[in-house]
């Protein structure tokens, strides 16, 4: 069974400049996460899915970041424009719903911003 | 708020035992996770408490609290290959249902 699929590895871009992260969950698992991991430190909640449906953003800066999930199956994550600060390895999680399931996560996607 | 604590880094030699901790406070507690992360990759699964009391998993186990709102992870007869970090993760449910929420980790150095 295919794991968590995130695309690209590795971006590097200029700051003011737009990017956007690709996440395929695991075939059949309704919850997706978003995280960034800022180095050193733990991974940052930034929006969950149930199906299509954003369920908790609270934590997604909405004036810079935005994300969607069409079908409740693939995931995208979209920074414009990002800033330095943004530099951070963004992590895609599914799990299955309901009860106490394991999340498993993808390679992450390395974002360098100059 | 939410809140979740680890040491930052601890180090142990090789065929030692360490005890990694991590309190909590949280509301919605459901059940909480540890993960292993080794440098550059993605974080994978250890093991997880629901109830009170010691899950063993070979040369992991990992225990619950949820009066105290304290875990611990135990790695037994330590290798190289565990230098890592570990990540302490609570479950939290609420109205939209469950939620993965991580501490900082711990980043633990093994030597010979």
């Known amino acids: 069974e295919a794991g968590v699929v995130q695309s690209p590895r590795y971006k590097i871009i200029e700051k003011k400049q737009p990017v956007a992260f690709w996440c395929n969950p695991i075939?059949?698992?309704?919850?997706l996460y978003w995280y960034r991991q800022n180095l050193g430190q733990g991974p940052e909640l930034l929006i969950r899915y149930e199906n299509e449906e954003a369920v908790d953003d609270s934590q997604l800066p909405k004036d810079r970041f935005s994300a969607e999930r069409l079908k409740g199956v693939d995931s995208t994550l979209k920074i414009q424009p990002a800033e330095l600060g943004d530099s951070a390895v963004y992590l895609c999680?599914?799990?299955?719903?309901?009860?106490?399931?394991?999340?498993?996560f993808g390679q992450g996607t390395r974002l360098t911003v100059v | 708020g939410q809140n979740i604590d680890q040491p930052t880094e601890m180090t142990a030699t090789e065929g030692a035992i360490v005890q990694i901790n991590c309190t909590y406070q949280?509301?919605?507690?459901?059940?909480l996770f540890w993960y292993q992360q080794h440098a550059g990759e993605a974080p994978t699964f250890l093991s997880y408490?629901?109830?009170?009391g010691l899950e063993e998993k070979g040369r992991f186990s990992s225990f619950l609290s949820r009066s105290k709102g304290y875990s611990y992870l135990l790695l037994k007869e330590l290798q190289m290959k565990d230098s890592a970090s570990y990540l302490c993760a609570v479950i939290l449910r609420g109205q939209a249902g469950t939620a993965l929420i991580f501490g900082k980790g711990t980043t633990l150095s093994v030597s010979s």
């Open positions: 999680a599914s799990t299955s719903t309901g009860g106490i399931a394991e999340a498993f």
């Open positions: 408490n629901v109830l009170d």
């Open positions: 075939s059949g698992h309704n919850t």
């Open positions: 949280t509301s919605g507690f459901n059940g």
